[in-house]
C-alpha cells in the first residue's frame, strides 16, 4: 500500500531535478513500482495536483481561508503568525511545512497516512455540503495535518491549492507512463485526449499495456480534448496549401462540447468544465433539435437584437451557479454547431466533409441551435466578403478547415487555420494585484501578470489597470477574493487560477520583472475563464512577438 510519505518523498525529489528527461525517468519508475490499481490512479492524479480528473464536477471546495483555520486549529499557532510566515517563504506549501516542523516535535507517535486514506478524507470533503459543511471541512484537514510529518504537510498543501511546484506538465506524465508500461508516447497521448484522466491511463496501461490504450473509445458524458486552430499566415498560403477549403465564421463565443446521449445532455467549456446546469436553455433546445447518441462541438454565443453581446457576457453565463433562471432571460445565448465526433459511435477519424453531412442530418435547426454556414471555395476574393461579412456581423473572423482532415483531439494544427482582424494579444495569469484608491479602495483595481516559462512556472510581465468598467472591476474583485494568498500593504499576491487576455502597444526589454519582459501600456480585454493556468501563453510567445515587432520596427 503506497504511503503518502512516500509519495512526498518522490515529490520532493522531482522537484529538485531541472532536467526533463530525468524527472521523466524518476516518475517512471515511481509509478511502475505501484502494485495497486487505486494507488496508481491516485499517484498520477495527485502529481499533476489534481484530486479528480479536470473534467469532473466534483471539487474540494477548499480556498485558502479554510486552510488557514486548518492550520491554525492543527498547531495552535495564531493566525497572524501564519500569516507572516507565509510572506516570508512565498508559498503555502513551505510553510505548512516549517509549522508542522514547530509542532511534531510534541508528538511521539503518528498514525500513517496513506495515499487511499487521504483519498476517502477528499471524497468525504468533497460530498459536503449545506450547513455547517465548512467546519466540518476545517475539521477534516486540521486532522489531516495532524497526521502529516513536515514534508507531507509541504505537498498535502500544495495538492489541495493544484499547485504542486514539481515543474511536470502533460508531456512529463504522459512520457513517463510510456516509459513505465513499455508504450509509445503518440499512443499514450491520443489515450488522455479522448479519457482527460491520465490516472485512468495508466492503469489501461498497466493492466492491458499497448492494446487496451488503442481499444479506448470516445464515451459519452466523458469530455474529448477540443481541435484547435493555427493563425493563418495570409490566406494564399491558406488557399494554397489546403486542396479542398471549408470556409466558417470564427464566432466570438466560447466553445462547448455537447454530450446527448442516455436521455441526458452534458455540456463542457473549453477547459472541459461542466456547465451543464448553467445552461438549461441551451439543454432544453438540445433534447428538443438533435438525434440522440450524438457529442458535437461548437461555439455558445450570446444574441441580443441580432448582434452578438460581448464575449463577457457569455462567461458570465457560464460562471452561474445562482439565479440561473434570471440569467437565462437577461443573457440570451445561441448555439452554433460546427463538428460532430460521436454519432451512434466515435467518427472523429473520418473526413470533416462526412462529419460535416452527420452533423446536418443530427441536428433540425431551430432559433437557438444552429449548424455554423460553411462554404466551400478556395477563391481568395470570395474568402474575403466572407471575412469582411463575418466581421460586420460582430464576428472575429473566419476558420478554414481542411474538408478532408480528421478531427484530431487536442491538436492545434494546420487543418484548421483561424484568420482574425485584431492584433495579437496576450493571454496571460495573474498572479497578483493592488486595492484601489479613494472610490475604489474596496475593489482591487489592478493587476500583476505572469507567462510561463518551459516549465509551466510563472513570469511577471507587467501590471494591468487600464481597459476594466467599474462593473468589471466589481466582479472581478469578488471573483478573485477567495484566491488572495496574502497581502501587503495594498499589495496582494493570488495563488494563480485566472487568466486575462491583454493588449499592449508594445512590449520592451526590461529588467524590471524576472521574464526580462515588459508590457508597453497594457489594456485589459477579457478574462479568459475558458483557459486554465497552463494554457496561457508562454515566455517563448512573448519572445517571438516581441522579435516581430522589432523587425517591423525595424523596416525590414
Ligand atoms: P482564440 O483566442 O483566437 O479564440 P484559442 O486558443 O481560444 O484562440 P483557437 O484554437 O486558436 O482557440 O481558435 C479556435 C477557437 O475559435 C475555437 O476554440 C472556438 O472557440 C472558436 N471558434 C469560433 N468559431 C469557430 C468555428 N466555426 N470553428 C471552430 N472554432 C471556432
Known sequence: MLTFSEFAELCQIVEKISSTLEKTARIAVFIREIEDEDDLYNAVLFLQGRIYPEWSERD???????????????????????????????DFGLAAEELVKKKTQTLLFREELTVKKLREIFDEISSLEGGGSQKKKILLLSELYSLCSPIEARYLTRLILREMRLGIGEGIIRDAIGKAFGIESEIVERAYMITNDFGKVAVEAKNGGKQALLSLRITPHIPVKMMLAQVAESLEEATREIKELGVEWKFDGSRV?????????????????????????????????????????????????????????????????????????????????????????????????????????AIGESDAVKVAEQIVTSDVDVIQQEFDRAIQAGHEGLMLKNLESRYIPGKRGKNWLKLKATMETLDLVVVGGEWGEGKRSNLISSFELACLDEYGGLLRVGKVATGFTDEDLEELTELFKPEIEYQEGKRIVFNPKYVFEVAYQEIQKSPKYESGYALRFPRFVRLRDDKSVEEADTIERVARLYEVQFRSKGGS
Not at 479554510?66 to 498547531?75: D, G, K, N, P, S
Request: contains cysteine; hydrophobic residues 40%.
Open 60 to 90: 474540494l471546495g477548499v480556498g485558502v481561508g479554510l486552510i488557514y483555520e486548518a492550520m491554525r486549529i492543527a498547531t495552535g499557532i495564531d493566525r497572524k503568525t501564519i500569516e507572516n510566515l507565509i510572506r516570508e517563504k512565498g
Open 257 to 361: 462540447q455537447i454530450h446527448y446521449a442516455d436521455g441526458r445532455v452534458t455540456i463542457y467549456s473549453r477547459r472541459l468544465e461542466n456547465v451543464t446546469n448553467a445552461l438549461p436553455d441551451i439543454v432544453s433546445e438540445i433534447k428538443r433539435c438533435v438525434r440522440e447518441n450524438v457529442i458535437l462541438d461548437g461555439e455558445v454565443i450570446a444574441v441580443k437584437d441580432g448582434r452578438p453581446m460581448p464575449f463577457q457576457h457569455v462567461l458570465r453565463r457560464f460562471r452561474r451557479k445562482h439565479g440561473v433562471s434570471r440569467m437565462v432571460e437577461e443573457i440570451p445565448l445561441k448555439v452554433y454547431l460546427y463538428d460532430i465526433l460521436y454519432d451512434d459511435g466515435e467518427v472523429i477519424d473520418l473526413p470533416l466533409k462526412e462529419r460535416r453531412t452527420r452533423l446536418i442530418s
